[in-house]
């Protein structure tokens, strides 16, 4: 029997306290973890050797979890190459590259959804800005729907929530400047 209890105040610290030493087995790659979610980064300008690489720190960390008695689900694995513009680089073999683990091969992908945020090959943010519009577009539906129902109160109560969710992006797509302030720039 091995693992973590769930559910317990404990649970977080035990699992990283019993994922520690996998980080000490990766040696040449770079082992970025968030909870329970692990990603192997490289970086070369030959796509053999980091085909290579990466496969054999795949399959270190294949060992190691099979080791631990944990299970790795190969058709969970994604992966996601990041290259230069076609003119900048010689794509020769970068569209052979393949890797794999326990011999199922990882499936690449053009984008993914990494802790919350899809980036895609070029590390475009257009797909998590689509994404974030959404979902506030459906929180404004919502809201105006029952906006005879709500006191004001309540109303900016639940719109503060909205504006958090925007605001993490508007250094990446421009600045959101309060009416006032802007107000006061131009006196």
Known sequence: MSGVPQG??????????????????????????????KQLY??????????????SELAIVSSWISDNGLILNAKNCESLLFRRPKAQCNQTNEEDISFSVNGTVIKAHMSCKLHGVHIDDNLNLSKHVASLCKETRKQVAIMSRFKKLLSTTTKLFCTKPIFYLILPIAPLYGCIVPKQQLANSKS
């Open 8 to 37: 317990s105040v404990l649970g977080p610290h035990l699992y990283i306290i019993f994922v520690n030493d996998l980080f000490y087995n990766v040696k040449e790659a770079t082992l970025s973890a968030y909870a329970d979610d």
């Open 42 to 55: 490289f970086s070369h300008k030959e796509a053999l050797t980091l085909q290579h690489t990466l496969n």
